[in-house]
């Protein structure tokens, strides 16, 4: 089901309508200010384990975690240094992923654990309705490409209705994204490393 709403004033009775949805283990396609992203609730790991179901992803492979702003993004990190805190603020809101060190509200099923600590992957995008619906909800949400593994990203609220709208509970229709995948960027070691080229320039 497409729900429509405005992309620069979400209406708040259908932000509370969705975060309803949410609560309830539910799971949305919505636009960000880089692709379209497949979400839920990311304290709820039934609705995390239905959309790798649905992207058919390796369940090895962890999920970002969007934010409304920086104090909801500070407690999913561990204490950052000043260096690593400016540089934040450089890149956010905006199209970028950091990867940080992961702090003990990050669940186990989203840390990444190639290093010698977990890690976390953490966006703060450059879209009102993203920061509106996560500020309204208290806590984050998850963000991953809506698509099926291994395939193009699918860029419009009409396009995911029909490829995937059986699995999902909204589709959000509330401005066009970029098109283009946030910047990644690994701030876990002495220098920051870029990880992946996208929408975000590097180096800042």
């Known amino acids: 089901m497409i729900l429509t709403l405005h992309p620069q004033t979400p209406q708040i009775r259908s932000l509370e309508r969705i975060a309803e949805v949410l609560l309830k283990d539910g799971i949305i396609a919505y636009p960000t200010d880089t692709l379209f992203g497949l979400g839920c609730l990311a304290s709820r790991k039934r609705a995390v384990d239905r959309i790798l179901e649905i992207k058919r992803r390796d369940a090895k492979k962890p999920m970002s975690i969007l934010c409304a702003d920086f104090e909801m993004l500070s407690r999913y990190t561990r204490h950052l240094d000043q260096p690593t805190f400016r ?55 998850i963000t991953t490409s809506a698509n099926l593994a291994g395939e193009p990203s699918l860029n419009t609220a009409w396009e995911i209705e029909e490829e995937l709208g059986h699995a999902l509970d909204f589709v959000i229709d509330c401005g066009q994204p970029l098109g283009v995948g946030s910047t990644i960027v690994d701030l876990t070691g002495d220098e920051p490393v870029l990880v992946r080229e996208g929408a975000g320039e590097w180096p800042l």
């Open 87 to 141: 540089l934040l603020k450089h890149m956010f809101p905006g199209p970028y992923t950091a990867l940080l060190p992961a702090s003990r509200e990050v669940p186990r099923y989203l840390e990444s654990k190639g290093k010698a600590h977990p890690v976390v992957g953490l966006r703060i995008p450059d879209n009102r309705f993203c920061q509106a619906l996560t500020r309204l909800l208290g806590e984050p949400i």
